[in-house]
């Protein structure tokens, strides 16, 4: 299902065993940070082909809930989605990780991140297209401009080595995505970087992009965990879990409407368990909700919008 060569060759393969090495790197790290929680695992198929490997955390110390996914699925690519990529080719595979975590802790940010590469062949097998697409973002409850400085940061520090400018790019991308626009174009946080269709023009800048793609994918603890050590014994109330349930679903919004990731899952036969973890395990909706004016909760709106994080003050 996930099995790699040993001898790998292709960059497929070679992504493929980056992925399941983080994927452990990752649950291993959350585990011994929460102290208490730990991640089951489901291997799963597809009756298509391919399959996936889902490890789930619930109920933690620190952690409410958080899935971190990998999976490599293969076979007939549906019209509908042909059509939306903008491809003629019917044949595909696509492996990738995706992981979600929701901290109990309102003070501490959900956390989202998604690694992924494409392939497209004729009916002979043969490749004819291929890109990488992914990213990291943040969505904090309470703003804190130091963690933000910190996340972007270590994202724009991990982008760099590839070319000047690309971090501005792929910011300016995640900010035009993570927007739930039936909201009056509202922010689900505060972004970090996205992009997509990273197509290699010839083998040497496919080496490059396979690094960049491991650059921003062994990036993620370091701008991550520190705000998580930071934040996890503040102190919260009531309150803040009913702020926190609110914003959460705005969250669960975007994911169900706007995710391209969601809808391509649910449209080739994915797990849906595997799909939908990203849902938090408590939400709230309240009818026309305005937080108090000059209220903490009330500043995070203000923040919800683009702004250079790194330099923020």
């Not at 940070?33 to 955390?57: A, P, Y």
């Not at 979600?100 to 004729?122: C, G, K, M, Q």
């Not at 690094?211 to 994918?217: D, E, N, P, V």
Request: charged content about 25%; hydrophobic content about 35%.
């Amino acid at each position: 299902m996930l099995a790699v060569d040993k001898n790998i060759t292709t960059t497929r393969d070679h992504f493929l065993s980056y992925i399941t090495e983080l994927q452990e790197t990752i649950c291993k790290t959350l585990e011994d940070v929460d102290g208490k929680g730990v991640f089951r695992q489901d291997s799963w198929e597809r009756t298509e082909g391919g399959g996936g490997i889902s490890r789930i955390m619930e109920n933690g110390r620190v952690f409410e809930k958080g899935g971190v996914n990998i999976s490599a699925v293969h076979g007939e690519l549906p019209i509908p989605l042909q059509d939306t990529i903008g491809v003629n080719e019917s044949r595909f595979f696509a492996c990738g990780l995706s992981l979600v975590i929701h901290p109990l802790n309102p003070y501490i940010p959900t956390v989202h991140a998604n690694w992924r590469y494409f392939e497209l062949y004729d009916n002979q097998e043969n490749r004819k297209d291929c890109w990488f697409g992914g990213g990291s973002d943040l969505t904090p409850y309470y703003i804190f401009p130091e963690d933000a400085t910190h996340f972007h940061l270590t994202l724009k520090e991990a982008i760099e080595p590839f070319g000047n400018g690309l971090y501005l790019k792929y910011k300016r991308q995640c900010d035009e995505y993570f927007v739930n626009l039936h909201r009056e174009k509202e922010a689900r946080g505060i972004g970090g970087v996205f992009y997509d269709y990273l197509r290699p023009v010839d083998e040497n800048d496919e080496q490059k992009l396979l690094s960049f793609q491991q650059s921003i994918g062994n990036a993620f603890l370091p701008a991550y965990l520190p705000i998580v050590r930071k934040r996890m014994e503040h102190p919260f109330g009531e309150n803040e879990l009913i702020w926190q349930e609110i914003r959460r679903g705005r969250y669960v919004e975007f994911n169900l409407i706007h995710d391209r990731g969601t809808l391509f899952g649910l449209k080739t036969n994915g797990r849906t368990e595997s799909i939908l973890m990203s849902l938090p395990p408590r939400v709230r909706w309240r009818y026309d909700y305005h937080p108090a004016p000059g209220s903490p909760e009330a500043a995070l709106l203000e923040y919800l919008k683009p702004r250079d994080w790194v330099n923020v003050r």
